[in-house]
T-cell receptor
Framework: GNSVTQMEGPVTLSEEAFLTINCTYTATGYPSLFWYVQYPGEGLQLLLKATKADDKGSNKGFEATYRKETTSFHLEKGSVQVSDSAVYFCAFDYKLSFGAGTTVTVRA | KAGVTQTPRYLIKTRGQQVTLSCSPISGHRSVSWYQQTPGQGLQFLFEYFSETQRNKGNFPGRFSGRQFSNSRSEMNVSTLELGDSALYLC?????????????FGSGTRLTVV
């Protein structure tokens, strides 16, 4: 069936380190793909999206490319900050299915 | 413009009671979806309403129900509350279904069942 699988956390990094969170999906057709972020005590915010193969979504220094051949949408950021500490969710638009979430903690 | 508004923010109920949560979407958004978030199960889809009709439904028991009004505001009801219903309930709105513009989430209602 349709599902999203993302890298389990938690992930702990130092400031300015490189971040990658893996996400793969199983779906019929070509869904739109999203990354959402949830900061402590808040609801989810859309971080970036891609609606077709080879699209690259980007926002706040984060990037993710829609790879049809590997059914993946990995999230990357070249230099993380303490303020990037949050839970990150990969999702696609079948009932807006979410991955389990990856908790990222960035230490100064 | 105003975001998605969920009320109340916090709620404490007793087992066996029923509860109604409210969600006001962004103006112009016609799709409203509900999610349950718990530490153990993550984010689980409850249902989606579009133009007052339930368009999609997740795998929750019939105790969980919802509706949408003509102004797109939505309510979610849980009857005969169980301890396991304690969770953060999130509402999300979008123009049509989120695939083009993404979904905007409210801050959630934290329900505690004692």
């Amino acid at each position: 069936g349709n599902s999203v699988t993302q890298m389990e956390g938690p992930v702990t990094l130092s400031e300015e380190a490189f971040l990658t969170i893996n996400c793969t999906y199983t779906a019929t057709g070509y869904p739109s793909l999203f990354w959402y972020v949830q900061y402590p005590g808040e609801g989810l915010q859309l971080l970036l999206k891609a609606t077709k193969a080879d699209d690259k979504g980007s926002n706040k220094g984060f990037e993710a490319t829609y790879r049809k051949e590997t059914t993946s949408f990995h999230l990357e950021k070249g230099s993380v900050q303490v303020s990037d500490s949050a839970v990150y969710f990969c999702a696609f638009d079948y009932k807006l299915s979410f991955g389990a979430g990856t908790t990222v903690t960035v230490r100064a | 413009k105003a975001g998605v508004t969920q009320t109340p923010r916090y709620l404490i109920k007793t087992r066996g009671q029923q509860v109604t949560l409210s969600c006001s979407p962004i103006s112009g958004h016609r799709s409203v979806s509900w999610y349950q978030q718990t530490p153990g199960q993550g984010l689980q889809f409850l249902f989606e309403y579009f133009s007052e009709t339930q368009r999609n439904k997740g795998n929750f028991p019939g105790r969980f129900s919802g509706r949408q009004f003509s102004n797109s505001r939505s309510e979610m009801n849980v009857s005969t509350l169980e301890l396991g219903d304690s969770a953060l309930y999130l509402c999300a709105s979008s123009r049509r279904g989120g695939e083009d513009y993404g979904y905007t989430f409210g801050s959630g209602t934290r329900l505690t069942v004692v």
